[in-house]
């Protein structure tokens, strides 16, 4: 059965489980959300145009899954033709490597004689 609780970041990106407990919510609400903010969930940021791409560490496992790996990065595309397309990693490494694609993917959509206008 999965563990609940607050995921954090150690110092070489490797997630790790707090229990679901006043004090741990405290603890995670201050890393997550003190004066460092978004920087140290900030997997990377690029922007393309009017399209911002967004890979974060999420704090929660957005799996819902008994089994398999807590997932917990995400990439978001805002705005552009692909406004709102997401997908989501397991560690820091797939977030990167998923990032870096999602960026080649929308620069090559780009350059497509459409402007990659879908029919």
């Known amino acids: 059965m999965r563990e609940f609780g607050f995921w954090l970041l150690d110092e070489d990106h490797v997630p790790y489980l707090l229990p679901f407990n006043d004090e741990n919510l405290r603890i995670a609400?201050?890393?997550?959300y003190g004066p460092e903010g978004l920087a140290h969930r900030?997997?990377?940021l690029d922007?393309?145009?009017?399209?911002?791409?967004?890979t974060v560490f999420l704090i929660?496992?957005?799996?819902?899954?008994?089994?398999?790996?807590?997932?917990?990065?995400?990439?978001?595309?805002?705005?552009?033709?692909?406004?709102?397309?997401?997908t989501r990693y397991a560690t820091w490494?797939?977030?990167?490597?998923?990032?870096?694609?999602?960026?080649?993917?929308?620069?090559a959509l780009?350059?497509?004689?459409?402007?990659g206008a879908q029919a």
Not at 29 to 32: D, K
Not at 47 to 54: A, M, V
Not at 93 to 107: K, M, Q
């Open 29 to 32: 609400s201050e890393w997550a």
């Open 42 to 44: 900030r997997v990377a």
């Open 47 to 54: 922007r393309l145009g009017d399209t911002e791409i967004s």
């Open 60 to 86: 929660a496992d957005h799996s819902f899954r008994e089994d398999g790996f807590p997932i917990l990065f995400e990439t978001l595309v805002m705005g552009g033709p692909e406004d709102g397309e997401m």
């Open 93 to 107: 490494y797939e977030a990167e490597e998923g990032h870096r694609a999602t960026v080649a993917r929308l620069i």
């Open 110 to 115: 780009t350059r497509q004689p459409d402007g």
